[in-house]
């Protein structure tokens, strides 16, 4: 089956610095990949949409300079938070899908702003 | 994407079979019904898809009436294992379409 690789799975940074999360989809070529913001207790929250080669698209309410997404094959999608603040601190979850092949979630990172 | 509904949360205890049903009023003629499953600090799991009537696979059964506004995802004789949040997500499932995730269902299976 389709299998995505996310990592680091946790990571802990300082206030202000950057960390990059990587998804990879392992076994397909994935057309579009998937970023999600989720809280303790509360549902997945869609961040952004990008496809292999232009520009992500970003959810309303989504700071594109502070979130940066780039997806530069059919494999490979990274998520950097940039400036990191506590505010930041979240589960991220990646998703990767091909037409007509499901969606199938990466294992998910687990950021710390401290 | 059409809008569903699930209940918040449901306790259930181990062996019995659990049925979590979902509305989405507002399914379109394309859309299929998907659900997902997701523990904690881990990404979903994919469960279980359906068109219409019932499709039942290794892990659960999904009910689809024919007006096709609710779903009812069932498992049958659940363990603690299957204590997780349970998505109920309706769509063309066509790979580049979004996801959006309504609240879920909390189930909790108790010993």
């Known amino acids: 089956g389709a299998v995505v690789s996310q990592h680091p799975s946790r990571v802990i940074c300082k206030s202000g610095t950057s960390v990059k999360i990587e998804c990879r989809s392992l076994d397909f070529q994935a057309t579009t990949m998937f970023w999600y913001r989720q809280f303790p207790k509360k549902s997945l929250m869609l961040m952004a949409t990008?496809?292999?080669?232009?520009?992500?698209?970003?959810e309303q309410g989504v700071e594109k300079d502070k979130f940066l997404i780039n997806h530069a094959s059919l494999t490979l999608s990274t998520l950097t938070v940039t400036s990191a603040h506590p505010e930041d601190s979240s589960f991220y979850i990646c998703?990767?899908?091909?037409?007509?092949?499901?969606?199938?979630f990466g294992s998910g990172t687990r950021l710390t702003v401290v | 994407l059409a809008k569903t509904t699930q209940p918040i949360s449901m306790d259930s205890y181990e062996g019995q079979e659990v049925n979590i049903t979902c509305s989405h009023n507002n399914i379109a003629t394309n859309d299929y019904i998907t659900w997902y499953q997701q523990f904690p600090s881990q990404g979903p799991r994919f469960i279980i898809q359906g068109y219409k009537t019932k499709v039942t696979n290794e892990v659960a059964s999904l009910f689809i009436p024919a007006d096709r506004k609710s779903s009812t995802l069932s498992l049958p004789r659940v363990s603690l294992s299957d204590t997780a949040v349970y998505y109920c997500?309706?769509?063309?499932?066509?790979?580049?379409?979004?996801?959006?995730f309504g609240t879920g269902t909390r189930l909790t299976i108790i010993p």
């Open positions: 997500l309706v769509g063309e499932s066509k790979g580049n379409e979004k996801l959006t």
């Open positions: 990008s496809n292999e080669g232009s520009k992500a698209t970003y």
């Open positions: 998703s990767a899908s091909r037409t007509d092949y499901g969606y199938t």
